[in-house]
Nanobody, 122 residues
Framework: QMQLVESGGGSVQAGESLRLSCVVSGSTMANCMGWFRQALGKEREGVARIYLGDDYYVDSVRGRFTISQDNAKNTMYLQMNSLKPEDTAMYYC??????????????????WGQGTQVTVSS
C-alpha cells in the first residue's frame, strides 16, 4: 500500500520561496504524480504534475513552480518561487500508479498525502 507524506510548508512573505517534499513509501514512485492545493472555501485544484519525467503546470504557477522527483530517494518535490498571497492553501501530493491517464483532475488519483499548509502574506 503506497503512502505519501508531505512536508515543507510554512508561513512566508510574498516573493519568498518554499520547497515542498513528498516522500513515497510502500512502493516505488508512480508514473503519474501531482501536486494539488485547496484554499479555504475553494475546490481542490491541480497545480503541477509529472508523468514519466515530463512536467506540466497550470497557468497560475507556470514559471514560478517547479516539480521534480528523485527516484533514488522516492521523493517528489515542488519548488515554489515568487510566492503570492493567492498561493495560500493546503498542498497535497497525489499518485496514480496504474493507467496512462495523468491530468489535473483529482478524482482519478489513487493515493494522497495528508497535506502541508502554505501561507503567504503580503
Amino acid at each position: 500500500q503506497m503512502q505519501l507524506v508531505e512536508s515543507g510548508g510554512g508561513s512566508v512573505q510574498a516573493g519568498e520561496s518554499l520547497r515542498l517534499s513528498c516522500v513515497v513509501s510502500g512502493s516505488t514512485m508512480a508514473n503519474c504524480m501531482g501536486w494539488f492545493r485547496q484554499a479555504l472555501g475553494k475546490e481542490r485544484e491541480g497545480v503541477a504534475r509529472i508523468y514519466l519525467g515530463d512536467d506540466y503546470y497550470v497557468d497560475s504557477v507556470r514559471g514560478r513552480f517547479t516539480i521534480s522527483q528523485d527516484n533514488a530517494k522516492n521523493t517528489m518535490y515542488l519548488q515554489m518561487n515568487s510566492l503570492k498571497p493567492e498561493d495560500t492553501a493546503m498542498y497535497y501530493c497525489a499518485a496514480r500508479p496504474v493507467g496512462e491517464w495523468c491530468g489535473f483532475t483529482s478524482s482519478p488519483y489513487n493515493y494522497w498525502g495528508q497535506g502541508t499548509q502554505v501561507t503567504v502574506s503580503s
